[in-house]
Every structure is written in C-alpha cells, then in structure tokens.
C-alpha cells in the first residue's frame, strides 16, 4: 500500500526557517513525482513544488520561488521542504502527495491530477 506522510509542521516567526519531510513507502517506481500543497483555512488546496523522479526536475509556485526549495534522499524516500524567509500568509495546512505518472508541467498544480494524499502537517507563521 502506497503511503505518504508529512512531518516537520511547527510555530515560527516571520522570516524564519522549517523544514518539511514526506516519507513515502509501498512504491518503487523510478518514474514518479512527489508534490507538495497546502490550504489555509478558508482557502482552496494550492500547489508549493513539486520534484519529478528519476530527473530531479523541479516546479514551484510563483509565490514560494527563490524561498523554497525541494529536495529529496533515495536513500531514505524522502522528500523535503525547505522554507525559508517565511511569512504569515504561508500559514497553512501543508500536505505531500504522490503522481504515479507525473503530469506535463503546465498540469502539475491541479489538485485531481494527484494519486495519493498524506494527512498534513501545520506551519503556522506568527510573530
């Protein structure tokens, strides 16, 4: 069974650093991608990044570029998060999520275009 699962959520000032980890088990495939999204209350769920394996290649939203950065360790499955420089609107829900056929890059942000869903983890940007 395909699981992802974030952790990593926490309470920071503005400006300040997190970082997010999604581990994923029950899948081997090299051709896949792990995406990240959040929602604020209220708000639609909204893509942050996303990294395409085997290549590494990567997609942000406009919104986190130059602040945020994905990465990720074969090793240990993981993917991570960094985020830096935060401020209060990326206050969120943040939640990891797995496209068994990674879409073309113009349809990566669509929520319903991904597979597999983690329970979330809470960034809360406040001074």
């Known amino acids: 069974q395909l699981q992802v699962k974030e952790s990593g959520g926490g309470l920071v000032q503005p400006g300040g650093s997190l970082r997010l980890s999604c581990s994923t088990s029950?899948?081997?495939?090299?051709?896949?991608?792990i995406g990240w999204f959040r929602q604020a209350p209220g708000k639609e769920r909204e893509a942050v990044s996303r990294?395409?394996?085997?290549?590494?290649?990567?997609d942000y939203t406009d919104s986190v570029k130059g602040r945020f950065t994905i990465s990720r360790d074969n090793a240990t499955n993981t993917v991570y998060l960094q985020m830096n420089n935060l401020k209060p609107e990326d206050t969120a829900t943040y939640y990891c999520?797995?496209?068994?056929?990674?879409?073309?890059?113009?349809?990566?942000?669509?929520?319903?275009?991904?597979?597999?869903w983690g329970q979330g983890t809470r960034v809360t940007v406040s001074s």
């Open positions: 990294i395409v394996s085997p290549a590494g290649t990567t």
């Open positions: 029950g899948f081997a495939l090299d051709y896949h991608a």
């Open positions: 999520a797995a496209d068994l056929n990674p879409a073309p890059e113009v349809y990566w942000s669509r929520v319903g275009i991904w597979d597999f």
